[in-house]
């Protein structure tokens, strides 16, 4: 079992920076891929960025390339959404999942945390 918990969301003018952790619990954090979505007001859930296991291979949906970066610390059982130049479209609940292997699908993962607000004003 992997509990997830988000946390580093708030409020960000466009052009603006913001990093999201995500702390997990269990002793198998290094073993699973992470991603993180998100779900703006409205829209349907999206793939954001996935990190395999080891960090060695990470994915971003085309919205954030080059803009957002994803990492891991298994030392710290944390994986990290570092966002730039971030705007208003950003805006939504962001939410990271564990997966036995890497997955831009919601549904292909083992594990979601809560969610954390970002909100990107213009």
């Known amino acids: 079992q992997v509990q997830l918990v988000e946390s580093g969301g708030g409020l960000v003018q466009a052009g603006g920076s913001l990093r999201l952790s995500c702390a997990a619990s269990?002793?198998?954090?290094?073993?699973?891929?992470m991603g993180w979505f998100r779900q703006a007001p409205g829209k349907e859930r999206e793939f954001v960025a996935a990190i395999s296991w080891s960090g060695g291979s990470t994915y971003y949906a085309d919205s954030v390339k080059g803009r957002f970066t994803i990492s891991r610390d298994n030392a710290k059982n944390t994986v990290y959404l570092q966002m730039n130049s971030l705007k208003p479209e950003d805006t939504a609940v962001y939410y990271c999942?564990?997966?036995?292997?890497?997955?831009?699908?919601?549904?292909?993962?083992?594990?979601w945390g809560k969610g954390t607000l970002v909100t990107v004003s213009s």
């Open positions: 999942a564990a997966a036995q292997r890497v997955s831009g699908s919601w549904d292909g993962m083992d594990y």
């Open positions: 269990g002793r198998t954090f290094s073993s699973y891929a």
